[in-house]
């Protein structure tokens, strides 16, 4: 029997090889930590405490650019500095096209400012709660004053009643000068060992799901696939994805996964 190849067959032979092609999991993103990319910065100082004429201007190298910036809990952009900036210490990150990122952290400083900070201490807030707080210990001449991002600076020198998030402290002494520091974080402390793995584990490990030899891509018994998938998990279970095929985790559940992620996923 004679077979005769058209351009119909062709071209079903070429979907059929894309769709296959398609459907496996192909490794994604940027191996960062062979990145070349770091970061040094170029400083220039107020003149006075009460004056916000400071500078931070980011000086990357290697890597892949172009690059974007950003300083302490703002956002990217593809600023060449910061500017009117007053004393402090700060956290200058720098991410290039890859997504890889480094960070600096540097102090703007003015002669006639005596506020040295020596801790700032953050205590976890739990899931869903505002139960955290940010003590400080400084020094400085006359009354110290604390400011909480951009509240009114008062008398006490710890922050209560606090959800988890990023904040930025300013502690202020008698002449009115300041030190401050920025990505000062509260956590909910939310455990992977005790939480979030039992989760995983009992909703997401059915022979086509998530265990080990199943059919999805990765399997929840592996602390670092999980990790490396941490934002994924997140908004799959949020929006009833995941677990595959079964039904949506109770809210309490998934309050807590969304705290962990939030959290930086950590091993713990």
Excluded at 125 to 145: D, E, H, K, M
Excluded at 221 to 241: L, Y
Aim: hydrophobic share 35%; aromatic share 6%.
């Amino acid at each position: 029997m004679n077979f005769r190849i058209t351009s119909n067959h062709l071209l079903l032979i070429s979907f059929t090889l894309f769709v296959a092609c398609s459907s496996k999991d192909v490794p994604s993103g940027f191996d960062c930590s062979k990145s070349t990319l770091a970061l040094t910065s170029t400083l220039s100082n107020p003149t006075t405490c009460a004056t916000a004429n400071g500078s931070i201007t980011p000086n990357p190298s290697g890597g892949d650019g172009p690059y974007q910036f950003a300083l302490d809990a703002g956002a990217y952009a593809s600023a060449t500095a910061f500017n009117n900036l007053g004393a402090g210490s700060y956290v200058l990150k720098v991410k290039d096209k890859n997504g890889c990122e480094k960070t600096q952290n540097v102090t703007l400083t003015t002669p006639g400012s005596s506020v040295v900070i020596s801790s700032v201490t953050p205590t976890n807030s739990s899931c869903g709660t505002s139960t955290g707080s940010i003590a400080i210990n400084a020094t400085g001449t006359g009354n110290l004053t604390y400011q909480l991002n951009s509240g009114t600076a008062v008398a006490n020198s710890t922050f209560s009643n606090l959800a988890a998030g990023t904040y930025s402290i300013k502690v202020i002494d008698g002449a009115g000068c300041s030190a401050s520091q920025g990505s000062i974080k509260v956590l909910t402390g939310t455990k992977y060992s005790t939480q979030i793995k039992t989760i995983l584990e009992t909703n997401c490990t059915g022979s086509s799901c998530h265990s080990n030899g199943g059919a999805a891509p990765y399997s929840v018994f592996s602390f670092s696939a999980v990790q490396s998938r941490a934002a994924d998990i997140k908004a799959r279970t949020a929006s009833g994805n995941m677990p595959k095929g079964g039904t949506k985790l109770p809210q309490a559940q998934l309050d807590l996964i969304a705290c962990w992620v939030d959290d930086g996923a950590l091993d713990n």
